[in-house]
């Protein structure tokens, strides 16, 4: 029997891909749960969510009117 | 996630929605209650913060001698009107209104020969204040000079609230205002000396103005306790206030010494008016004699200062009554129309829109998807700005079913859940169990303690909090020790 402190993230399948295209450049993820839970480093929480969000950022375009 | 768990927290509190004070008040002794139920002025103020079913029950008990059998009354109500009955039942409990009993119902003594009183009058026990003879020197404070001075302590503090995270400089409200404020959370200052806007605070904002006002109160009476002051002076003394007739003016003399020193507290929030602060008579605002009445607490709400007009048209209402007298036009293309010249109203609005154009009396803006992730990142909920936008529509806007449009009420809710498409929790992975029956003991024993957050009997493990991790390892440590 293990245990392993990490933190559960729970999400869509799409930022689960994401996450995991992310996973390869810089690993983080401890355990791949299932397709909505991956448990990741404690400590890279804050970089992960920082970085996906530049990732959907880079997604999404205003219309800046006038 | 504040943002999730205030969806509860909605800016329009629906008629039924018992009263922010009701919990406060059925927190405190039965000493306590029965000691304020002396007062006739306190019981009539409690009456009308009840919702219609105990305010019904209470007239039926109200001139009965004898008590009446529980039977009776049940008698009266219908089968679906059961849950409703039994609710109020509780309330009225709660409250020492009336004794928890379930063969007879009756009156607490105290509160049925004080609120007889205060509805037929009689005895001079002063508990609606005193009112002064008219000072022939002087005149009194006219209704207009009041609502004035009300208004214009009462934007001071929500102008001081909103437009501290903006580096501008606005008047500051007493030291007394802003402890108040620090206190109840809606400011702090971690990032060093200047005091900013919590989320909470943000969210104040978004409510109506009798709502923040009991909300201050509320905070105002738990500092009261803090401070050794007697709670039935102090709650006696609001309703007292609440009572009142707004143009009046009312001795000092009969208060007691903390009533006497709530007066400078209630004075900074612009609760009540005083020529001087030795003047030995005090004239409550409607801000008090609106306090348990369902009448909008400020007159209007224009530029600082109050030059209203005549006939109401140009009146902005931040109060609740703000229904018919909306300022706001949202089209489908997410431009905003705000017909207002009120800074504090604009700065509102500044929270959750874009501006674009500023004229004298109108201001327009358009939600963006930026102006509203910073909402949001504040802690603004989307159902909140979308209740914000629907109290003050303007009126040409009511014509329109559903009053904003759909689009961009459902754009507001898609950005925030775009916001939350990640959820993390902090805990232990569970994994390499070495039986079946070795994962599911353990399991069973998280699951108890309700620390599992995630589970997969096919790959043997599970994801625990971290609060449990602590029992969960007593318990293998334990178990693995025994055998």
Redesign the interface.
Known sequence: ????????????SA?KQILLTMNEKDPFV??D??DY?L?IK?DE?YRV?RE?EAE?EKN?Y?LE?? | MPVQSLQNTDVIVPQHAPHPLLPFLQSQSQTTLTRLYQRPSSCLSIFRLLGPIERQLIMNLLWLESALSVATMSAWVLPEGKNAYDSALTVMTGLHIAPNSTVKLALNPTFKSSLRQAITGGGNTGSFGVPTDKDGKRQSANIENLDAYALERWETILHYMVSSGQGQNPTKPSQGVLYLLQRSGLMNNAHGAALQITSSGFQFLLHSPHDQLWNLLLQYLHMAEERQMDLVEVLSFLFMLSTMDLGREYSTEPLSETQKAMLEDLRDYGLVWQRKTSSKRFSPTRLATTLTSSSPPLPSSHSTGGSRTADGTGAVALSSGAAQQGFIVLETNYRIYAYTDNPLQTAVLNLFITM?YRFPNLVVG?L???SVRKALGNGISADQIISYLTTHAHPQMRKNNPLLPVTVQDQIRLWEL?RN??????????????SQA?YEY?LAYAKQLDVV??E?AA?R?F?GTLEG?AN??GF?ERRTGSV
């Open positions: 029997m293990r245990a392993i402190k990490g933190v559960l993230l729970t999400c869509d930022v401890i355990e749960l299932d839970h448990v404690a929480e969510r996906l959907l999404t205003s009117t006038n | 674009k358009m963006t998807r930026e775009e498409r990640l959820k993390s929790a902090e805990g232990y992975l569970y994994k390499d169990f070495a070795d353990v957050l995630w997969n790959k493990c994801f991790h969960v390892r293998i």
